[in-house]
C-alpha cells in the first residue's frame, strides 16, 4: 500500500511540477469550468481556422481480410504515425490506426466474433481496449497488458526501449506484454450498440488518445434493422473530440515530459486538458450536406476532459434530438430532447428530421458549454429536397437493465482528488496488481458513487442503469444502458449495476483521462 501511493506520488510529482500539482486549489477546477468541465483549456499557438470550411468526413469502414476463418471476421490495423491534414494548409503528425484519425470504423454484427490483429509501429507500447466490448479479460486491454513496439521501430527509438523496461508493466507480474503484433478477440455477445477503441496503456492513455489513437467501432442486429431508422448515407457515426495546435500545426499537450519518457501533464492542467478546436471525426468546425430527411447520428464524445452541451436550431422545434440509444445500445422508447450532454466517452443514438427545412438552409449544431470558438461545433447545410421512408417507431426496444432487486450487495466508490496522491477511488490510486473489488461474473450489484469534481466514470464488462441521481430519479441524460455515467460535483449516483460472463480482471475508472492517468482507475476481479 505504501509502495502504491509512493509510487504514484513519484508519478504526479515526477519533476518540478510536483510542489505546484499539490498545490493547486480543491474547486478550482470547479469554479473555472464552471458546470462544463473541471479541467483547463490549453490554447492553441496559432490562428485557428474558420468554422464550416471543410467537409465533414466519414472514417473509412474496414473490411475484413480475405482468407478470414469462417464464424469470425479478421482484421488488421497497423499503429503508426503518420502526416495528415486536420487544419486546412498544414500538415499534422498524429498516432493513427492505420496512420489516420479516427481509425477506420469496424462495423460488425452481433454474435460474430471479430479478431483484430494490432502491430505497434509507433515509439511507444500501446494498450487497445474495445469500449463497451463484452470481452473476455485477456483481450480487454488490461493497461499493463503491452503491445511492444516492433524490434525495428524500437532500435530507431532508444525511449521506445527504455520504456518498455521502465516499471510500467514490468511491475505487474501477470502482465502479458508481447511484441509488435497482438490479436484482440472480441466474442461480441452483445446487442447493437455504439462501441469505440482507443488506447488504455497505464499512465499514458490521454496522450495517446490526444495524439489520435481512437476509432469506432459499431454492432449491428437483427432488432435494429427491423426498425426502419434513418441508414445506410443517413446513419452518420460523429466522433467529437477538441484538440490544441501548435505554431507549425502541430498536436500540442502539457505533458511534464513531452518526450513521455515518464507520465504526467504540467501541473494547471491536472485537472484535465480542453482543447480550443472542435473536431468532428478529426476535421476542425466541418459541413455536411444533408437531404431535408431524418438523419441517425451516432454521437460519441472522444474528448480527454471536455463535456459537451449539444444544441441545435431552434427552427428545429423544442426538442431536436430524437434520442433512440445510448452507450448500451437502444433505449425503450424514443426520448425527445431540446440538448443533449455528453460527457468523455458517452454515446448518444439521435434522429434529428432536417425534413422542414429548405434547401440552402443552414443549421449549426452547438455547445452550450463552450466559450468562444468551442461554442460551435459543425453545421448542417440542407442541401435538397428527398424521399424518406425511415420511422422511429415509438417502442424501439427491451434493454436488458439491471433489476436492483437481484442485487447481491451495495457498494460505494468516492471519487476524488487526494492531496498529493493524485486522482483516487475510494482513497486509492490505480494499482495494476491489488483488486479493489471481486464480484462475481454475471452478478447484479447496487453501487453508489459520490465525487468532488466532474468524473465521467466507466466500468469495463458492465452495463448501469442509474436509479438515482441526489436525491430524485435519473436525470434526464440517464435514460438506458449506460457504460459511462456523468456524475458532477458533490453529486452523488446510484445505479444497478451487472456484470459480463467472463471472469478475470478488469478496471473501473474515470474517463476523464488525464485523472485515468494520473491514478482515478481501480482493478476489480470478477470470480
Ligand atoms: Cu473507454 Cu477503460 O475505457
Ligand atoms: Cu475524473
Given at each position: 500500500m505504501a509502495a502504491r501511493i509512493s509510487r504514484r506520488q513519484a508519478l504526479v510529482a515526477g519533476g518540478g511540477a510536483a510542489a505546484a500539482v499539490v498545490g493547486v486549489p480543491f474547486g478550482l477546477g470547479l469554479r473555472s469550468g464552471g458546470e462544463a468541465s473541471s479541467a483547463t483549456l490549453l490554447r492553441s499557438g496559432r490562428p485557428l481556422p474558420a468554422a464550416?470550411?471543410?467537409?465533414?468526413?466519414?472514417?473509412?469502414?474496414?473490411?475484413?481480410?480475405?482468407?478470414?476463418?469462417?464464424?469470425?471476421?479478421?482484421?488488421e490495423l497497423t499503429q503508426r504515425q503518420a502526416e495528415v491534414e486536420v487544419l486546412p494548409g498544414v500538415r499534422t503528425a498524429i498516432w493513427g490506426y492505420d496512420g489516420t484519425f479516427p481509425g477506420s470504423?469496424?462495423?460488425?454484427?452481433?454474435?460474430?466474433?471479430?479478431?483484430?490483429?494490432?502491430?505497434n509501429l509507433l515509439p511507444v507500447p500501446t494498450v487497445t481496449h474495445l469500449h463497451a466490448g463484452q470481452t473476455p479479460s485477456a483481450s480487454d486491454g488490461f493497461p499493463t497488458d503491452l503491445l511492444l513496439p516492433s524490434p525495428s521501430t524500437a532500435a530507431r527509438n532508444s525511449m521506445a526501449a527504455s520504456m518498455s523496461m521502465d516499471g510500467m508493466g514490468g511491475n505487474d507480474p501477470?502482465?502479458?506484454?508481447?511484441?509488435?503484433?497482438?490479436?484482440y478477440t472480441y466474442p461480441l455477445q452483445q446487442r447493437a450498440a455504439m462501441l469505440w477503441y482507443h488506447d488504455h496503456r497505464m499512465d499514458f492513455t490521454a496522450p495517446s488518445v490526444w495524439r489520435g489513437l481512437a476509432g469506432m467501432f459499431i454492432v449491428h442486429d437483427a432488432e435494429e434493422e427491423a426498425l426502419e431508422l434513418p441508414a445506410g448515407e443517413r446513419d452518420i457515426p460523429l466522433m467529437i473530440a477538441d484538440r490544441s495546435f501548435g505554431g507549425d500545426g502541430e498536436l500540442i499537450y502539457p505533458s511534464s515530459y513531452p518526450s513521455l519518457i515518464r507520465p504526467g501533464?504540467?501541473?494547471a492542467y491536472a485537472a484535465g486538458v480542453l482543447g480550443d478546436v472542435a473536431l468532428v471525426n478529426g476535421r476542425p468546425?466541418?459541413?455536411l450536406e444533408v437531404d431535408a430527411a431524418r438523419y441517425r447520428f451516432r454521437i460519441l464524445n472522444a474528448s480527454n476532459a471536455r463535456r459537451y452541451r449539444l444544441t441545435l436550431d431552434p427552427r428545429l422545434g423544442q426538442a431536436p434530438f430524437i434520442q433512440v440509444g445510448t452507450d448500451g445500445g437502444l433505449l425503450d422508447a424514443p426520448l425527445g430532447h431540446a440538448a443533449i450532454e455528453i460527457a468523455p466517452a458517452?454515446?448518444?443514438?439521435?434522429?434529428?428530421?432536417?425534413?422542414?427545412?429548405?434547401?440552402?438552409?443552414?443549421?449549426?449544431?452547438?455547445?452550450?458549454?463552450?466559450?468562444?470558438?468551442?461554442?460551435?461545433?459543425?453545421?448542417?447545410?440542407?442541401?435538397?429536397?428527398?424521399?424518406?421512408?425511415?420511422?422511429?417507431?415509438?417502442?424501439?426496444?427491451?434493454?436488458?437493465?439491471?433489476?436492483?432487486?437481484?442485487?447481491?450487495?451495495?457498494?460505494?466508490?468516492?471519487?476524488?482528488?487526494?492531496?498529493?496522491?493524485?486522482?483516487?477511488?475510494?482513497?486509492?490510486?490505480?494499482?495494476?496488481?491489488?483488486?479493489?473489488?471481486?464480484?462475481?461474473?454475471?452478478?447484479?450489484?447496487?453501487?453508489?458513487?459520490v465525487s468532488?469534481?466532474?468524473?465521467?466514470?466507466?466500468?469495463?464488462?458492465?452495463?448501469?442503469?442509474?436509479?438515482?441521481?441526489?436525491?430524485?430519479?435519473?436525470?434526464?441524460?440517464?435514460?438506458?444502458?449506460?457504460?459511462?455515467?456523468?456524475?458532477?460535483?458533490?453529486?452523488?449516483?446510484?445505479?444497478?449495476?451487472?456484470?459480463?460472463?467472463?471472469?478475470?480482471?478488469?478496471v473501473l475508472h474515470c474517463h476523464n483521462l488525464e485523472h485515468e492517468d494520473m491514478g482515478m482507475m481501480a482493478t476489480f476481479r470478477l470470480v
Open positions: 464550416f470550411q471543410v467537409p465533414l468526413e466519414i472514417p473509412r469502414v474496414l473490411t475484413p481480410n480475405r482468407g478470414s476463418v469462417p464464424g469470425a471476421d479478421h482484421y470504423t469496424i462495423h460488425a454484427r452481433s454474435g460474430r466474433p471479430v479478431v483484430v490483429r494490432h502491430t501477470h502482465a502479458s506484454v508481447v511484441q509488435t503484433s497482438r490479436d501533464v504540467r501541473a468546425w466541418p459541413f458517452q454515446r448518444y443514438d439521435v434522429v434529428v428530421d432536417f425534413s422542414a427545412c429548405r434547401p440552402g438552409e443552414r443549421i449549426t449544431l452547438r455547445n452550450g458549454f463552450g466559450t468562444g470558438r468551442m461554442e460551435q461545433v459543425m453545421q448542417f447545410r440542407i442541401a435538397r429536397k428527398a424521399h424518406d421512408d425511415s420511422r422511429v417507431p415509438i417502442r424501439l426496444s427491451h434493454p436488458p437493465v439491471p433489476d436492483p432487486a437481484r442485487s447481491a450487495r451495495t457498494r460505494s466508490f468516492v471519487f476524488r482528488r487526494s492531496g498529493g496522491h493524485g486522482w483516487t477511488i475510494n482513497g486509492e490510486t490505480f494499482s495494476p496488481t491489488e483488486a479493489l473489488i471481486s464480484p462475481r461474473a454475471g452478478s447484479t450489484e447496487i453501487w453508489e458513487f468532488d469534481f466532474h468524473h465521467p466514470i466507466h466500468v469495463h464488462l458492465a452495463s448501469m442503469r442509474v436509479l438515482n441521481r441526489g436525491l430524485n430519479g435519473p436525470g434526464e441524460f440517464d435514460h438506458g444502458l449506460k457504460d459511462v455515467l456523468d456524475l458532477r460535483p458533490a453529486e452523488r449516483i446510484r445505479v444497478a449495476i451487472t456484470f459480463g460472463e467472463y471472469p478475470g480482471r478488469y
